[in-house]
């Protein structure tokens, strides 16, 4: 079973640079979501799709924009790059509320 | 407004020795509890979850948690501590009114030869 696909696995980009973050789950679930964490920080919440056709705003939503193509598909954008957005991504999925999260391997950026 | 508290950002145990990761939660509902481990450079990987079918809720890895309401508690121990068991470990707490997870900060737990 794949569950949940990130790619890439890792990105290195200059400042101002723009890239999308792909995610895809094939266990059919309605919600998907991505994180970023960062030492001592734990995992924030950056947007997420409760079901497809629809996105909402995390805890720490600037500098960045997601699509939620179809059921499986989650990016995120990062139109801007910038130093502060180097972090460890995550994207997540779940069936409904209340059930456990599946995760990615994750996405490590950095932004020179 | 709902938390998830995890004492101590790190615990160091000998190997052999009892593991216990705290986490305490707030929440005017029946919660939806999860502990999660991060293995180095790897995602979140589900360890437990408290649904409300039982207190004491078996993991994977030979952990284990218990839910006690009246101390909104969701603890996790493990009898004996391997070294493989080196890992970050989260809590988590289901949002009331949203779908998004609330996360404890981490506990890095240390195993000591």
């Known amino acids: 079973n794949a569950g949940v696909t990130q790619t890439p696995k890792f990105q290195v980009l200059k400042t101002g640079q723009s890239m999308t973050l792909q995610c895809a789950q094939d266990?059919?679930?309605?919600?998907m979501y991505w994180y970023r964490q960062d030492p001592g920080m734990g995992l924030r919440l950056i947007y997420y799709?409760?079901?497809?056709?629809?996105?909402d705003k995390g805890e720490v939503p600037n500098g960045y924009n997601v699509s939620r193509l179809n059921k499986r598909e989650f990016s995120l954008r990062l139109e801007s790059a910038a130093p502060s957005q180097t972090s460890v991504y995550f994207c997540a999925s779940s069936e409904q509320k209340g059930t456990e999260a599946f995760f990615g391997q994750g996405t490590r950026l950095t932004v020179v | 407004a709902q938390s998830v508290t995890q004492l101590g950002s790190h615990v160091s145990v000998s190997e052999g020795a009892l593991v216990l990761l705290r986490c305490n939660y707030s929440s005017s509902v029946p919660p939806y509890l999860f502990w999660y481990v991060q293995y180095p450079n790897q995602g979140l990987q589900l360890l437990l979850k408290?649904?409300?079918?039982a207190t004491l809720v078996k993991g994977i890895n030979g952990f284990e948690a218990e839910f006690k309401k009246s101390e909104t508690s969701f603890h996790l121990t493990k009898p004996s501590a391997h070294m493989s068991d080196a890992a970050e470990y989260f809590c988590a707490i289901w949002g009331e009114s949203n779908y998004q997870l609330i996360w404890g900060a981490g506990t890095k737990l240390i195993i000591k030869p």
């Open positions: 408290y649904t409300s079918a």
């Open positions: 266990m059919n679930h309605n919600s």
């Open positions: 799709s409760a079901s497809e056709g629809t996105t």
